[in-house]
C-alpha cells in the first residue's frame, strides 16, 4: 500500500512537479516544502542561546529590550533569500508556518525566552495587506506559537500610516521613516505583558524598534524580538 502510495505521488509529481522552495529542485515523497540538503545546510545563527549576539547587540541603546534574535543568516543569491522571497511574494504561507516551527523548536530551550504572554507579528498596513492578499510574518507567528503553545495575535498593534520603502534608505532615514507608524489598539489588554515581537527579516532594526517601543509606551512589560532572518 505504501509503494503504491508512494507512486502516486512521483507521478502527481512528474506532472505537477512539487519543488524545493529554497533551491528548485523536486521533493522527495517524505519532503515537505524544503529539501533535506536544504534543510541541513541553512546557515542557522544559534543567536537564540547568546544574549549577547550581532542582532541584540545592533538594538543596545535603542530601546530596553528582553532579548533578540534571528535564526538564520540572510545572503543574497542565497537559499535563505529564496524561501523569503517564496514566502512574501509567492503566496507559499507555509514555508512561513514551517520555518516559524524551527525558529520556534530554538525558542522553546532559549532561557532568554520564557514566560511570553503573546506573539505580535510586524503589521502591514492596509493597503499593502490588500495588494499582498496576507501578512507574511502572521504565518511566523503561528509556526512559533504551535511550538511554544503561546497564542498569536495581529489584533493588537496596527499600521496607521503608509511608509515608503526601506530599502535604500540610510540608518537614519529608515529610523526617521518609521516614527509614528504604529499603534496599539487597546493598551489594558496587553498590560504587564511579556511580548514576542516577530519579522520576517532584520536589517537595521528601525521597524521591530518602532513596533517594540509603541508597545513598551503603552504598558507592556517587557519586549522580546525574533525573526527568521538577519541580514549581515
Known sequence: MLAVKRWGYDLM????????NACGTPLYYSEHL???KCLYDLPFTDYHIHADNRVAKQLWGRLSLNAAMAMLYFRKHSKVQNLIHNLKYNNKTEVGVLLGNKLGERLKFSPLY???DLIIPV?????KLRIRGYNQSLYIAEGISQILDVPFSEAELIRSAATESQTKKSRYNRYENMQDVFKVV?????SRKLILLIDDVITTGATLEACANELL???VAKVSIAALAFAE
Open 123 to 127: 503589521p502591514l498596513h492596509l493597503k
Open 186 to 190: 487597546k493598551p489594558e489588554q496587553l
Open 34 to 36: 524544503i529539501c533535506t
Open 114 to 116: 520564557q514566560d511570553i
Open 217 to 219: 509606551k503603552n504598558g
Open 13 to 20: 509529481g512528474l506532472l505537477f512537479p512539487n519543488a524545493c
